[in-house]
């Protein structure tokens, strides 16, 4: 009919090929437990080994935290391996059956291999970086007051597959997330991020972790179907010359 306005066409955006993250937040009770493992080992750093060398970040402290720690030990047992096991169920379930692979229940277990403490002062920082393993992460300990959301000092960058550039609609290629003492976040090893500097009095504490997905033999009848809790004790260690699991079967 003549004067009668087009119709609007129906439109809307699609993010393509997301990346998971997971996040969380601690009871209160066990943030003190670990806060008050982290005041220990930093009072006295001699008895925790260095593993600086062996990390990318420019930081005052880096020093391994073994399952002598009961904190530490519970840390991975209650909150790390199960939080992985979280990351992969709701993952894998929005695949179709036959692109989950050795992620079926029962075909895999998750291992804890590394376990550190990081203490960040001004002008330390941590460069862009992927980590070893299957699954990294972070739990943030303690955040000085000057870390807030207004800038970007202090906070962890995850980095997208191109540098972001938003002349030439790169978007979303670098997501910040503020540290708050309790919160956790578990991501693919290979994800790259890193934390820019601080300027300012105190100290940012934070516990950063490695977890190896491992193949796990036919399990027996009574066996549990995926063997998430077990291997914590023995399971943390730092060394370059662990053995490395083997692929799946």
């Not at 540290?179 to 300012?200: L, M, N």
Request: net charge neutral.
């Amino acid at each position: 009919m003549a004067g009668t306005p087009p119709e609007e066409p129906s439109m809307e955006v699609v993010s393509l090929f997301p990346r998971y993250l997971l996040q969380g937040q601690l009871p209160p009770g066990q943030l003190a437990d670990l806060q008050a493992m982290a005041r220990a080992v930093l009072a006295q750093p001699e008895r925790s080994p260095d593993v600086s060398v062996k990390l990318a970040g420019q930081l005052s402290q880096q020093r391994e935290l073994g399952p002598d720690h009961p904190a530490a030990a519970e840390l991975c047992r209650s909150v790390i391996l199960p939080a992985c096991e979280r990351w992969i169920r709701h993952v894998i379930d929005q695949q179709p059956p036959q692109g989950r692979g050795p992620w079926t229940p029962g075909r895999y277990g998750l291992q804890m291999i590394d376990l550190w403490l990081n203490a960040q002062r001004a002008g330390d920082y941590n460069p862009t970086h992927t980590h070893g393993g299957s699954f990294s992460g972070v739990l943030f300990l303690q955040v000085p007051p000057q870390i807030s959301a207004d800038r970007f000092d202090g906070q962890l960058c995850f980095h997208g597959p191109e540098e972001w550039h938003i002349q030439s609609f790169r978007t979303g290629m670098a997501h910040y997330v503020l540290p708050v003492p309790g919160d956790f976040y578990v991501f693919p090893a290979w994800q790259p991020h890193s934390v820019p500097p601080f300027r300012g009095e105190g100290e940012r504490w934070s516990i950063a972790f490695n977890v190896v997905a491992v193949p796990q033999p036919p399990p027996r009848p009574a066996a549990s179907p995926v063997a998430v809790q077990g291997a914590v004790q023995g399971n943390v260690s730092l060394s370059s010359a662990r053995p490395r699991p083997g692929g799946f079967v």
